[in-house]
Structures are given as C-alpha cells and as structure tokens.
C-alpha cells in the first residue's frame, strides 16, 4: 500500500499566519493527491485535487503544491474559520490511503 | 443540488450485521462511483472501498475484505454498506462520498455494545 506521511500532527498557529501542512507519498502518486478540511462532527470537505487546484467555493487563500513526492497545503493568511483538521488523500491506486491528519488551532 | 443522505445511527450488538444507507440525488447516480469511507473515534480517515452502481462493480480495500459488503440499487439511486461479524473496534463513523470525493454524506455511527 501507498503510505502517506502527513506532518506536522499539530500546528499552532496565530490569525494572519501562513501555515503549510506537507504530506510524502511512499511511492510515485503523480498528480492524483486531495487535501480535505473537517471540522469537529462534520464531514470532510475537499478543498484541493490533482495536487494543486482549488475546490469549487474554496478561497483563494488555500493552495496545493508538489514537489517531487511532497505535496503541500499552504493557507496564506489564517482566518479564524479555517481551525480544522486537515487530511490529504492519495487516489492513484488501491487501497485509496489518507495521511493520519493535522490539527490546526490556535496558539 | 447533489445529496448523499445517510441512514440513522445504530446501535448494534457484537458479532451482528448491520446494514447503512446512503440515498443519492441530484446527479447520475449509475455514472458516478461511490466511495465508503470510516473514521473510528477520536481517529483519522480510512477508505473501505468503492463501488459503480451502473454495473456493480467493487473494489474493497483489503483490511475489510470480509467485514464490508458494498451494493447498489439503480431504482432507487442509494448505495449500501453491510458490515457483518460486528465487534467494538467496527465502532465508527461511516461516510459515502461521491466518485470524485467532492460531496459526502453526512455519516452514520455504528456503536457495537451488547
């Protein structure tokens, strides 16, 4: 199975802060990475596929990059709305696999 | 608008069956893949595996191979997800997602307690 290690575990971090979540894939994934921001009894929302393009009513302070087999989720200026957990999620084969999540909070 | 609407939660007694629902609406349903995926408490996602209404096909991650059974009925456009030979550690969330993983149901909790 492909592993996805996501890290950090926790990010603490201030409102205005950019903030960037990074998850290495074990094996080549190309382009076929999600990032998916859930919020405490909700369900996961997807927030970027194919590595870097923006979800349909996401804001554009979200983005998704790669570089190699680091695929990064950058929140350019943190908003108060944007505390969650975050998870990214390869599709490029089966078993489909998730990085075990970040929490973001406050600092 | 595209829908997933899961069924109630249960509450379910070890070593039984149980058997969830997720009604689509809003888009082809026999088109369209449908992922299932578990988030067991306090823990992060895991994908159980998905089917194709239009021609039932499956693919199941193999940690539940056995214990996740995946059907579809094109009549009434809803997927469904028995898991069977239940114990504490199936206590979960269970999500559907749509084939592109972009709307999601809003899951169903399986407790396993006698």
């Known amino acids: ?107 | 608008q595209v829908q997933l609407q899961q069924s109630g939660t249960e509450l379910v007694k070890p070593a039984s069956s149980v058997k969830i629902s997720c009604k689509a609406s809003g888009y082809t349903f026999t088109s369209n893949y449908m992922h299932w995926i578990r988030q067991q408490p306090g823990n992060g996602l895991e994908w159980i595996g998905w089917i194709y209404p239009g021609n039932g096909n499956t693919k199941y991650n193999q940690k539940f191979d056995g214990k996740a059974t995946l059907t579809a009925d094109k009549s009434s456009s809803t997927a469904y997800m028995q898991l069977s030979s239940l114990t504490s550690e199936d206590s979960a969330v269970y999500f559907c997602a749509t084939g592109s993983l972009d709307y999601w149901g809003q899951g169903v909790m399986v407790t396993v307690s006698s």
Do not use: H
């Open chain 1, 1 to 107: 199975d492909i592993q996805m290690t996501q890290s950090p575990s926790s990010l603490p971090a201030s409102l205005g802060d950019r903030v960037t979540i990074t998850c290495r894939a074990s094996q080549d994934i190309g382009n076929y990475l999600r990032w998916f921001q859930q919020k405490p009894g909700k369900s996961p929302r997807l927030m970027i596929y194919g590595a870097t393009n923006l979800a349909a009513g996401v804001p554009s302070r979200f983005s998704g990059s790669r570089s190699g087999s680091d695929y990064s989720l950058t929140i350019s200026s943190l908003e108060s709305e944007d505390m969650a957990d975050y998870y990214c999620l390869q599709s490029k084969e089966s078993p489909f696999t998730f990085g075990a999540g970040t929490k973001l909070e406050l600092k």
